[in-house]
């Protein structure tokens, strides 16, 4: 039996919001967070740590439970793999556009009958754009490193990629065919709302590489001081929540049907709002973790770092 759409929506959102508490939980909790949340040169610093406590305490006084999550903490992958949520998002974004055109051709109705599918093929081309800029970058200004990361991570990372190139869709095929044909009025795609969302996702873009450029020609370990690195802690992560938003409000269901009385909570794709919220807390732990690293590691600029918001300004 075919699961429906509407299934496969929940399940999405469902993955986004578990993940975001299950990112929180792990925050708030000690054990969990020294482990498994920090990487790079906070994680180098955790081992030397925890190496130190435990040659003073020995490892038979250790629990089970803390050997237990010791074990677990060693599965890490590489930092680079980053580079792989990316190639899995560009596979993902031009399976689901080849797909579009392909039944675009071959059933030229597709788009009359349901033409917010153009809406959601805009955004998979801007999420496509999104992940081949993520990639060059990667390859070619990110500097080599040594680090790790757990392999929960990873995991979640691959998983993220898959749920947001489908999240793109989703609400756009649960909504059934129009039983008549959509008038070349109501295919009209640039309305001011479609050319806002494109300014601001190509203006986060912008930006957000200028800032890995910066980051990128930075001395390792040095605190960044130019752009908005003087007001934020990651300003990269800043622009990568902006550039989900740009889509969440621009993949909506109800731009095209403007005879439509569908209430105004309609007009925001809300299962790219739960991919925002997942982001947003991702970044937002992990901006977290870094402030305090960088309070511990540059002392003697404690009281400016202490300034700086994370990644939301007057908010958090």
Request: proline fraction near 4%.
């Amino acid at each position: 039996m075919a699961i429906p759409p509407s299934a496969v929506v929940w399940a999405i959102r469902a993955f986004y919001l578990f993940s975001s508490a299950a990112i929180i939980t792990v925050c708030l909790i000690p054990a969990f967070a020294d482990r498994f949340l920090a990487y790079g040169a906070r994680a180098r610093r955790h081992t030397i740590d925890t190496r130190g406590k435990r040659g003073t305490v020995g490892q038979s006084q250790q629990s089970v439970g803390t050997q237990l999550l010791d074990h677990l903490a060693t599965f890490t992958v590489p930092h680079s793999w980053f580079t792989h949520f990316y190639v899995l998002s560009l596979v993902c974004s031009l399976t689901a556009l080849s797909t579009f055109y392909y039944y675009g051709y071959y059933a030229g109705a597709t788009i009359k009958q349901n033409p917010d599918l153009a809406t959601a093929a805009f955004g998979a081309h801007l999420m496509l754009l999104q992940g081949l800029r993520r990639l060059l970058e990667c390859v070619y200004v990110t500097r080599n490193s040594t680090s790790r990361m757990w392999v929960g991570h990873y995991a979640i990372g691959m998983a993220f990629y898959i749920a947001t190139n489908m999240a793109i869709w989703i609400e756009q095929l649960c909504r059934p065919p129009s039983p008549r044909p959509a008038t070349a009025e109501q295919i009209v795609f640039w309305t001011w709302r479609t050319i806002i969302c494109t300014v601001l996702f190509f203006g986060a873009s912008e930006r957000q590489n200028r800032y890995h450029r910066y980051l990128s020609s930075l001395k390792k370990y040095s605190l960044p001081e130019k752009y908005a690195f003087r007001y934020l802690i990651a300003p990269h992560y800043t622009m990568e929540c902006v550039i989900y938003l740009s889509m969440a409000l621009l993949d909506t269901p109800s731009i095209f049907n403007q005879e439509s009385q569908l209430p105004m909570a309609t007009k925001i794709n809300w299962t790219l709002v739960c991919a925002l919220m997942f982001v947003a807390v991702n970044l937002g732990v992990t901006a977290d973790g870094t402030k305090e690293w960088q309070r511990q590691k540059f002392h003697e600029n404690s009281s400016e770092i202490e300034k700086r918001w994370r990644i939301i300004p007057w908010l958090f």
